[in-house]
């Protein structure tokens, strides 16, 4: 399961995510392309826990997977 995988299962857009994480949609658009890592505060990796309702390791595998469907 990739980002926008974890963030669609949730039923957010992604402008509900980068209102909750106070970023920008084009930020969160580049994550799940595996366009760019995400770089956050430790308080907006907490909240993104509780945005898609995930464990840990479920984010840290989805990074890692959009990060390879990109080919990056």
């Known amino acids: 399961m990739d ?3 974890l963030r669609e299962r949730t039923g957010l857009r ?3 995510v980068a ?8 930020s969160v658009r580049n994550w799940e392309k595996g366009r760019t890592t995400p770089k956050m505060e430790v308080w907006q990796v907490f909240r993104l826990l509780e945005v898609y309702q995930c464990t ?4 840290e595998q989805a990074v890692r997977e959009s990060i390879v469907e990109s080919g990056t």
């Open 3 to 5: 980002l926008k995988a």
């Open 14 to 16: 992604t402008i509900d």
């Open 19 to 26: 209102y909750e994480l106070k970023c920008s949609e084009s």
């Open 56 to 59: 840990r390791e479920e984010l």
